[in-house]
């Protein structure tokens, strides 16, 4: 419990006051996340759904040339039997350049359908993110608004000066969340 002594007594805030400082550390703690939140978020375009690119692209190159180098071996092992076939015209053929070529081209479209896939599903994911980080943003606002409007009624019904006084150090303990209203000098 937070207490604000004076030379006579600790002044005892209220179940209402303690609750209100309760709310504003709380909402202080939730100002500090956001932020932090905030200033990752850049991040996820420009460093980390870039290096997701980046990787999906050395597999994607990776798996192409596993595929050719595959393509390749199965046309070179059926070369004999092609050629006895076409020579002798018994056997029967494996298959032919044009088989393994489809069969190539296929895959590796495959491949990059998958790659389109993921990165779709990065970007949605960013997008999400975004969205949430701007709800949680408009969220907090309206609580601050809301709980600047308490901080302001109780101060407005404070009926001893050592009960204002605890109140002003809200104020001074959390500037962000409520402030004090500007003392007017009178002439």
Known sequence: MVQYTN????YQPSRSEQDLLREVALLDRMQHLLLAEEQELPKLRTQWFAGRVSVRNQRFQQEGARLQKESQQRRVAA???????????KGHPSNTSYQ????LLRSIENLRQQMIKQDEWDLSWISH??????????RLEADTSWLQ??????LQYARMQEQRDWLLLLSQWYPSVVSAPVPTQEP
């Open 129 to 138: 993110r975004e969205r949430e980080v701007v709800e949680k943003r408009l």
């Open 149 to 154: 409007a308490e901080y302001q009624r109780h």
């Open 79 to 89: 070369l004999p039997r092609n050629l006895l076939f076409v020579l002798i015209g």
């Open 7 to 10: 030379n006579h007594r600790p």
């Open 100 to 103: 393994e070529e489809t069969f």
